[in-house]
């Protein structure tokens, strides 16, 4: 049902002569939620993603890709504006708080106006727009939360309704929660995994689109691996728990957890896990956490596989990335509303006509680089208000750089530089710094701020910081008057709900008479 759908939808548009004839290249760009950049196997990541190791060994990884930020803890719903207008965060920012949108804005609309098909199924979450309205044909698309489905009742209900998506075991003895039970809002109607869905979609449209010789520009934004972390049986089991090692940046406490709003509650995916983490709670959410890519994976191979036997693979650039990255138990953190590397770092690989084979490029670029690097390959007229730049040159291997240094802003708590060895974090509210060597120092675990050799360089990183910040117009005090305490105590800490919390989240981790005010 779902093929004769998606392939009338798409027929229809033909008929209606609205795709004139083009032999510019069709467009994959595949998305996921939540995963970091260091995830894949084929760079060495502890996950087993075959799949999207094909798209590495078949085209261009960049090693030094980031998401620049976020103006508050749904770091997705920035992302993916950046992502789909090319601007960098606070034009995004400005862009987002604006309701009446020109849908030429995003990179759907540009696509539309060229003369190719859009396509969206998957994981939306951009207020103020829907992408019926921005796409020409749309698969099963779902919110920033999922659904929840209990065959039991026999219906379905919204993700605030009713669920246990996120029950966390906090102990060995808690067996409340089975990340592979289908009631749960990792999956939909019918016990079919929001993966397997997404999947269902992107195979549809291909063997559609394989019917015509238009081309086309189709999204396929998977939830994976955002929680909740649920995937069958058969791929937790392919992680067991004793081999999950802990990250070599595991910690139990976050020292600046003021500055990161961790100790205030002010971020649902910190307030999910225990205080002071543990070292099961973290090895089991990374249980989770890889077995729901390596499913995820398998459900790129088939939209890879079904794009091969369509005839269309040598006439299509693929894109894969991720919005964001994940902390998932490092630095005493769970979430992405951080700027460690593990946040802030997403795998980016694109694949196709013209692009060079197995290459790694250690180029600093942001995920809102894509929309104009596609715009360069298509020879498209760049759209105004676009921040990003072309990586046309660098996946060419004509340059090495199209920037020497790159920045990071989370709300009004954390800024962050990098370049090609260095980088700075700026925790303004509390007056702290940090300085690490990249090159060195991968993980971030040595502090160098506040050594006497290093103050040269901690200036350094801070003029460069200062230049980040003036050119894209953020208006955050570095050195603010009032300087908040940095002292707290694990022990008090109350957890903080988020007022968009299910009822499900209150019942498991806040219960009656342990809520802030």
Known sequence: MRVTTLFLAFISLLSAGSLPPTER???LFIFSDDQSWDTLGAIGGEVKTPNLDRLVQSGVFFQNAYNSGAWQGAVCMASRTMLMTGRQLWQAHRFHQTKERDPAAFWSGLFREAGYCTYFAGKWHVSNCKPSSIYDVTGVVRPGMPNYFDPALGGRYKWNERGAGYFRPTS?????WDPSDPIYGGFWEGGRHWSEVTGDDGVAFIESAACSEEPFFMQIAFNAPHDPRQSPRSFLDQYPLDEVALPENFLAEQPHAIAMEVAEGMTRDEDLGPFPRTPY????NRQEYFALITH???QIGRILDALEASGLMEQTIIVYTSDHGLACGQHGLMGKQNLYEHSTKVPIILSGPGIPKAHTSKALVYLFDLFPTLVDYLKFETPEGMDGKSLVKVINQKEKQVRSSSYTAYRNTVRAVRNKDWKLIRYPQIDVTQLYHLEEDPQELNDLSQKPAYQTKVEEMMTLLELHKEATDDTINLNPAQIQSKTYDYKTLVQKLDPWQPPYIIE??????????
């Open 281 to 284: 709670s973290v090895r089991k």
């Open 296 to 298: 995820m994976d398998v």
């Open 172 to 176: 060995e003895a808690d067996d409340s």
């Open 25 to 27: 290249p069709n467009i």
């Open 508 to 517: 498991k981790y806040f219960p009656k008479g342990t809520q802030r005010k």
